[in-house]
């Protein structure tokens, strides 16, 4: 018999592993934050990697473990034109991507028993990775307007200290809600008050609808704040890079981490975003990219408001990939799922995310317009 460590019976359920896989043919899915294929730059990564695999020697090697230096450089470069502040170089590593800066956060900063503030509901994936590191978790509010920064200031005066508060500022993963500035310098403000770290997700922050972006936490407190950011949503997922950026300090604690899991990120693939992003990749794919998910956005809340019964509301998101549905107070999202799965379409509970049974969770990232009405039509059958 294999005995199992004890942290396999910490890590939560088999949503994520669940919404990766996909949904059987037939079930329209606003499951996955997964990116639209359409925004994959496929000529342009084709020459690229071929070039590359021809004999480019840093990319096919081993790699230093904050990442190769010509890409560090351009990451640098990238955080000081799209975040208006250059980081250092002992500021900055190279992930394998958002998840991996989270499970490098808990390495390098959770024992057993430590107080990790979250927003309710927050990233499942984040969620399992502090619950996996035996953290003790403290859910702080939320509103339209994101993280109730009022109501973690109350905790931190009644003396909660957190070894850090995990936030999404932009297009929150499940609510798609975004903090607005205000809050943002009033976050910075109480938790260098409060000497607590800020650990900042950017999955979403490049794919706002009209291109205009807030300032990130990150450049607003870089003393107090670690950001995680992702090549995911804006190249592709497959490629699985990202970013730390944050106090040397911590930031050195996170690349020593990275010893321990996989000592650094591919380095064919770190290549492939520098050469895209210096030939001005970006600047020529991502217009289009936020015009499609708008234009996604506005077909699924046509549909909503179509077809959900009264008693249903939704977010309004700015950018990104995601809405998040309250249903009538007594209704049971894990319940439902089955008979939606019948109809044909599927969502995540919001359960999972440290939501109230009543909510769910839809991504319009991935489905045509067409589909996404279709999708809501039946999901409204369901729910009436
Ligand atoms: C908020 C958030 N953070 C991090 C990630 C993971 O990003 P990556 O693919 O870079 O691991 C996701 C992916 O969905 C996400 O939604």
């Not at 942290?7 to 669940?18: N, P």
């Not at 450049?219 to 995680?228: H, R, T």
């Not at 997922?237 to 944050?246: F, N």
């Amino acid at each position: 018999m294999v005995e199992f460590a004890r942290r396999t019976r910490l890590r939560g359920g088999d949503e994520l592993t669940a919404i990766l896989a996909g949904s059987p043919p037939g079930v329209l899915s606003m499951t996955g934050g997964f990116p639209n294929p359409a925004t994959f730059p496929t000529d342009e990564l084709d020459a690229i990697a071929a070039r590359l695999v021809r004999g480019d020697l840093a990319a096919l090697q081993y790699t230093p473990v904050g990442g190769i230096p010509s890409v560090r450089e351009y990451v640098l470069d990238r955080q000081e034109l799209l975040q208006g502040r250059r980081p250092d170089p002992a500021e900055l590593i190279v992930t394998s991507g958002g998840m991996e800066c989270i499970a490098l956060m808990c390495h390098a900063l959770l024992d057993p028993g430590d107080a990790v503030a979250i927003e309710a509901p927050t990233y499942l994936g984040a969620l399992m990775a502090f619950q996996g590191a035996e953290a003790d978790l403290v859910p702080i509010a939320m509103d339209d307007d994101g993280l109730r920064v009022d109501a973690l200031a109350e905790r931190l005066e009644a003396g909660l200290r957190p070894k850090f508060l995990y936030t999404i500022p932009e297009y929150q993963n499940p609510t798609g809600r975004t903090l607005p500035l205000d809050r943002r310098r009033a976050l910075v403000d109480v938790c260098r008050r409060h000497d607590v770290l800020i650990f900042e997700d950017v999955a979403y922050r490049e794919l706002p609808f009209d291109g205009r972006s807030l300032p990130s936490l990150w450049s607003l407190g870089p003393d107090v704040v670690v950001q995680a950011g992702t090549f995911s949503k804006t190249l592709f997922p497959g490629v699985r890079l990202g970013w730390a950026a944050g106090p040397s300090g911590v930031v050195a604690e996170l690349a020593a981490a990275k010893q321990n899991t996989d000592q650094c990120a591919g380095g064919l693939g770190q290549r492939l975003l520098e050469e895209y992003g210096r030939a001005g990749g970006f600047e020529r794919h991502l217009p289009a990219a936020r015009e499609l998910y708008a234009s996604h956005w506005a077909a699924l809340s046509a549909a909503l408001s179509r077809h959900m019964p009264d008693t249903v509301r939704w977010t309004e998101p700015t950018g990104g990939f995601l809405t998040w549905l309250t249903l009538r107070e007594r209704a049971d999202a894990i319940a439902l799922r089955p008979a939606a799965t019948e109809a044909g379409v599927a969502y995540v509970p919001g359960v999972p995310f440290g939501g109230t049974p009543n909510t769910l969770r839809l991504s319009f990232s991935h489905l045509g317009e067409s589909e996404l009405e279709t999708a809501v039509h039946r999901l409204a059958t369901v729910l009436a």
